[in-house]
């Protein structure tokens, strides 16, 4: 399953002066995948998570298992505590960002 991560907040630059982004983080062996984008928040209190459009995909393959765990853990740490792009806080579970039915 994974993490997910929101990011709602002031932007500068945005016209409406705020920005909503995502990103998912999950392991699989020696392989972590993270993707991340734009996200709608639909419904009152966090409601639910939508991705905005298509998100971006990376994938990190690490040499060991143990060099996948501390990469996810050391993207959560970085992700949770870089006030200066803005701190994002883990969906608690069930939660997660849907894709949107078409």
């Not at 734009?38 to 690490?62: E, I, L, M, S």
């Not at 740490?77 to 078409?102: C, D, F, M, W």
Request: positive net charge; hydrophobic residues 30%.
């Amino acid at each position: 399953m994974g993490y997910y991560l929101i990011n709602i907040g002031p932007h500068h630059l945005n016209q409406s002066g705020n920005a909503a982004r995502g990103y998912w983080i999950r392991r699989q062996g020696k392989t972590v995948r993270r993707t991340f984008g734009a996200v709608d928040v639909v419904g009152a209190r966090g409601g639910r998570y939508y991705w905005h459009g298509k998100p971006k995909t990376q994938v990190d393959p690490c040499p060991t298992v143990a060099d996948a765990i501390e990469l996810v853990n050391r993207i959560l740490h970085e992700k949770q505590t870089h006030a200066s792009r803005g701190t994002y806080t883990v969906l608690a579970r069930p939660n997660k960002i849907h894709r949107r039915q078409r």
